[in-house]
């Protein structure tokens, strides 16, 4: 089998239910800017797996597996934005990132003010996927509006809206484990 099918050339792209659609489609830039997610996901889990960004223990045991299941996680939503009709809630997911959220909260300073994101390269890479992550979100906001669903019955929009926050929270954990202190705007 080829990689590549020529049937994109023209500037069209099949949805699973094999209805023909233009590559801007406001379907296709939701589940293509989530695609761009993972894969900033996966960068940031390489820079948090390498030597010196993140202590030995921590690559390994908690940030290696967190990364690696919400990129199966943004496999799982990039697929019920892709396939019309889809049904799959993401409540246990959501429910598991605000428990991840809390339990980070709770071990940093509160917040009075707004932060720069700066830091650790590790803590940098969490700000470049949470203001990826606020562009899918407003992406599959447009899709919804654009598609005429008013309610998001999966909670893929209360997903990507929890999962911006818990990347801040581990911009500001990893920066915190690193012994760099918030840099205040």
């Known amino acids: 089998m080829s990689l590549y099918t020529k049937k994109g050339d023209s500037g069209k792209t099949s949805l699973s239910d094999g209805k023909r659609v233009s ?7 939701a589940y293509g800017d989530v695609d761009e997610l993972s894969s900033q996901i996966s960068f940031l889990n390489a820079i948090c797996s390498a030597e010196g960004n993140i202590p030995a223990i ?8 967190l990364f690696e299941r919400i990129i199966r996680e943004l496999f799982a939503l990039g697929g019920v934005i892709a396939c019309p009709g889809a049904e799959r809630s993401f409540s246990e997911e959501i429910k598991a990132l605000e428990n991840e959220i809390d339990s980070i909260d709770s071990s940093l300073p509160p917040l009075k003010c707004f932060i720069l994101p700066v830091g650790n390269p590790a803590s940098c890479q969490c700000q470049v996927c949470r203001t990826v992550c606020r562009r899918v979100e407003r992406r599959v906001v447009t899709f919804l509006r654009e598609s005429r669903t008013e309610y998001d019955s999966n909670g893929v929009l209360m ?6 926050d818990l990347l801040f929270a581990l911009s500001r954990k990893i920066n915190a484990e690193a ?3 918030d840099t205040i705007l």
Do not use: H, M, Q
Not at 159 to 164: I, Q
């Open 23 to 29: 590559k801007d489609d406001a379907r296709v830039e």
């Open 159 to 164: 997903y990507l809206n929890r999962l911006s």
């Open 58 to 65: 921590r690559r390994v045991s908690y940030y290696k597996p």
């Open 179 to 181: 012994g760099i202190a």
